[in-house]
Nanobody, 125 residues
């Protein structure tokens, strides 16, 4: 059974940084992609970033491009989201997700097969 466990969320002041981790267990991912999504209160879940397990190509939402960096450690079966220059509008619950097979629909939550439980990120102004 695949499990994704996020960690690293917390409270930070605007302009600060946080690094989220997503550890996968139950299988070793060598194909497909991992994604980060977020959901703020009263809003729909939105795509943040994604990375392919093979080759490491990355994708970002325009709202975080240049501030967030997604990376992976294949040996640890773990994906990271480095978040810099955080803004109050980044406040949300952040979820990681895994897709068994790569597709161009990496920004669509329905293309993912497994989800973590989420971790809260709060950015104060």
């Amino acid at each position: 059974q695949v499990q994704l466990v996020e960690s690293g969320g917390g409270l930070v002041e605007a302009g600060g940084s946080l690094t989220l981790s997503c550890a996968a267990s139950g299988r070793t991912f060598t194909s497909g992609h991992m994604g980060w999504f977020r959901q703020a209160p009263g809003k729909e879940r939105e795509f943040v970033a994604a990375i392919r397990w093979s080759g490491g190509r990355t994708y970002y939402a325009n709202s975080v491009k240049g501030r967030f960096t997604v990376s992976r450690d294949n040996a640890k079966n773990t994906v990271y989201l480095q978040m810099n220059n955080l803004k109050p509008e980044d406040t949300a619950v952040y979820y990681c997700a895994a897709a068994d097979y790569y597709s161009l629909a990496y920004s669509n939550s329905r293309s993912y097969d497994y989800w973590g439980q989420g971790t809260q990120v709060t950015v104060s102004s």
